[in-house]
């Protein structure tokens, strides 16, 4: 894998997904998950399923689609200190990668995934590994949340996830989105973290090392 700078596409309002634009948007995340061919059996079957939702609903990557919607997040990491980036989630109370939900002014799945790190993190010259030029997934999480609401039912974000490489020394900025904001050491991630946040950071340090 090497690294390239993608553009952070629009930022326009989650719930609009009848436009042209998010009629590209849902053909790219089709494009880049059918091309994925994670190793792994149990990425695979969530590749599958990823697909499926998206070949049943339209409007799949939005959340406004219910029960379940497509998903974009980025381990943020700075391989030349060996850490990353984490923010404490102010409805979910644990440390957790950068991401959130697609725009329908996203120019694609990567991008949308960029575009939430950058806000995130503060860290404008982020860039995604890629492969062959084309920032790729490197691995897939379906996890139950309430993002409509904490007295709604839970739903379900399928959610992709890339890396995204920070400038050595980066120096992130807190966002009104997170509660902290802050760099852990690969070896040293917090208490209040996933297990699906600790198998991305290890992957990423894996692909950055």
Known sequence: M??????????????????????????DAVRTLAGWRPADPAQEQLRRD????????????????????????AAVVDPAAGRVLLTLHPKVGLWLQMGGHCEPGDGDLAAAALREATEESGIPDLS??????????VKLDRHQVRCTGKDRPENTHLDVQYVAVAPPGSQALISEESLDLR??????????TDHSVRDLVARARELTG
């Open 50 to 73: 990823y697909l499926q939702h998206l070949a049943d609903r339209p409007d799949g990557l939005f959340r406004s689609c219910l029960p379940a919607h497509v998903t974009a997040s």
């Open 183 to 192: 760099w852990f050491d690969f070896d040293r991630l917090p208490e209040l």
């Open 2 to 27: 090497t690294v390239t700078e993608t553009g952070t596409g629009g930022t326009g309002t989650a719930g609009a997904p009848g436009t042209a634009a998010a009629g590209a948007l849902h053909a």
């Open 128 to 137: 995604l590994l890629a492969l062959d030029g084309t920032p790729v997934p």
